[in-house]
């Protein structure tokens, strides 16, 4: 986002989670689904009301390791637990087929994204808040995440070199105006990537740079007249109509189990419209155009995906008693259409439809 499109959202919206706190050193990515029944939504309901709190307490032990949590809720949850109204970009995450890859929807009510320096920072708090929930989630889908050396993926390149950082990262994952009722919310779309390292290291580094369409060593984006169309850089590229670059901030981590010959990524990628990271994720699988699909995924293969709403910290919380926006949305005659539009991947400029 610009200046010209928004205004800064870091003094007028409700305080975000840590959706823009740096990657850290360990990361879980925990995905649940909630158990059947009305005592498991309670249990849900009240978690969500502590979550920060509890964060707060075992980040307390030791804080320069810097521990975080962000929460996230799942389409079908959210019309479970709150009903309407619900977040203008809230949907089940959009399954992706191209000619040679599928991007597949699956299933998650929750997200918790803990991050810290250190992995026991992170086994605690999620060891704490599988308690909190026992009874009430069933496990979907847990990755524990490292940092590799340098913020390098298990493919070799630095991931996340363009994420946009301070005002310009709040702007690009912070719902203003175009969603009064669930400003300072975001949205998270998670998908794990299993890579085939055999094939991808029988690659020569210079054609594993086109591939990425950065240097491998330095971290230098190819030149234009150098990078290929469908390298995994030029794909990422979503502008709007008027040619403005559309930012998302990644908190990607590798994962690995060498014993079994498993290498990966988790991807998660936040934004204010989730339009934007799905734009990019058409691009990689469907192509631009349709057929010019990312290079990368000969190599690395999508087993999971889905989409979260991520609340504003203060309304996270109040969701312990419902759906707090229900009361403001219903004595506030017309505000959707005072709004500002949500941006639409039909208004993303010269994109596959």
Known sequence: MTEAQTPSPAAALPEPQAVTQPQGMAAHFIVLAIAPGAAAEDAVRGFLGNAAGLARSVGRRLPEHRLSLVVGIGSDAWDRLFGAPRPAGLHPFKELRGSRHHAPATPGDLLLHIRAQTVDMCFELAMQAMRALEGAVQPVDEVHGFRYFDAR????????????????????????????????????????????????????????????????????????????ANSHVALNVVEDEDGNELAIVRANLPFATPSRGEYGTYFIGYARDPAVTEQMLANMFIGRPPGN?????????????????????????????????????????????????????????????
């Open 153 to 228: 993926s298990m493919v070799g390149f630095v991931d996340g070199t363009e994420n946009p950082e301070g005002r310009e990262a709040l702007e690009a994952t912070c719902i203003g105006a175009e969603d009064a009722a669930f400003a300072g919310g975001s949205y998270a779309i998670v998908q794990k990537y299993l890579h085939d390292m055999a094939a991808w290291n029988a690659l020569p580094a210079e054609e594993q740079e086109r591939v990425i369409g950065r240097t491998k060593h330095d971290d230098i984006e190819l030149p234009d007249a150098v990078k290929p």
């Open 293 to 353: 699909h990312d290079r990368l995924l000969d190599y690395s293969r999508a087993v999971t995906g889905t989409l979260f709403f991520v609340p504003a910290q203060a309304q996270l919380e109040a969701l312990a008693e419902g759906n707090p926006a229900a009361p403001a949305a219903a004595s506030t005659p017309g505000q959707a259409s005072q709004a500002a539009p949500v941006l639409a991947i039909g208004s993303l400029k010269g994109q596959p439809q």
